[in-house]
Structures are given as C-alpha cells and as structure tokens.
C-alpha cells in the first residue's frame, strides 16, 4: 500500500502547510464519523475557536434536504469555478459540528489531499451570514465561534 501523499514532504514542511491553510474557508474532505453511517464528506471551515481546541465545521450536500424547515439554510453551490466540487452542490448551514482541531490537523498534516482548497470571500460571507442567522443553532455553539 502506498503512503499517504503527506507523508513524502518533511514534517515542517507538513506543519507550515496546516498552518496555512487550515483556516475558515477551508473546504476539506474526510472521513466524518458524525453522518450515520460514517461516511467521507466535504465540509467547510466555519469558525476557530480562540484557543484553537476545535473548529466548527458545515457539511457539503448533492442535494438538499425534504425538510421545508431547512431549505432556506442551504447555499446552492453550482461546480463552475469552484475546484474543491465534482458536481452542483448544497452547503448546509442549518447545522455546525465541532471537530477537534488537532485531529483535525494531524489528519491534513498525513495527507495533504485532505485539503480540496479554499471557498471565495464571497461564498464565505454568504456561508457565515446564513450560519449567523439559523434557528437551528444553539446560541451556545454561535457564540464559543464568535458567529453572533
């Protein structure tokens, strides 16, 4: 079995590129032991919290939900000039999940392909403002990412 792409390229090499780009805005893809079954998903980079223990996190969809309630918290996302898709998708912002940042860092830091690349200021703002914005969220989880 072959080693993973990251590992070929020394460890501060691995480090400065973490650093770099694991940042909000990131578009990431990996194994999510949050979806039933565990499954591997794209997601976005929300937020950091300020000690930079854990990141909040929204999960990129092909479709979007049945559940009218939803539907408003979910940003089409069309292929055309976003490298970091395969195909139309939706980001839902209906929801955060938190993820530990150093797993989440060790993991990149392994396989650089983790990282797909990084959402457009633009998308970024409207992804944030919709985040801010859902009900669905607790006040609590807005708040400890700074998204109020």
Request: charged content about 30%.
């Amino acid at each position: 079995m072959t080693p993973p792409l990251g590992e070929h390229f020394p460890e501060e090499y691995r480090k400065k590129f973490c650093q770099d780009h694991l940042k909000p805005g990131a578009v990431l893809r990996f194994q999510s032991i949050q979806t039933s079954p565990p499954k591997l998903k794209r997601s976005v980079v929300i937020a950091l919290n300020d000690e930079s223990v854990s990141l909040a996190l929204t999960y990129i969809n092909s479709g979007k939900p049945s559940n009218p309630y939803l539907q408003p918290w979910q940003l089409h996302l069309e292929r055309e000039g976003r490298e970091y898709l395969d195909h139309d998708s939706y980001l839902d912002c209906a929801q955060l999940y938190e993820e530990n940042f150093e797993v989440i860092s060790r993991m990149l830091m392994r396989d650089i392909t983790v990282y797909l690349g990084r959402m457009s200021d633009e998308d970024f703002l409207k992804v944030k403002s919709l985040v801010e914005l859902a009900k669905s969220i607790p006040y609590k989880l807005k708040k400890k990412y700074g998204l109020l």
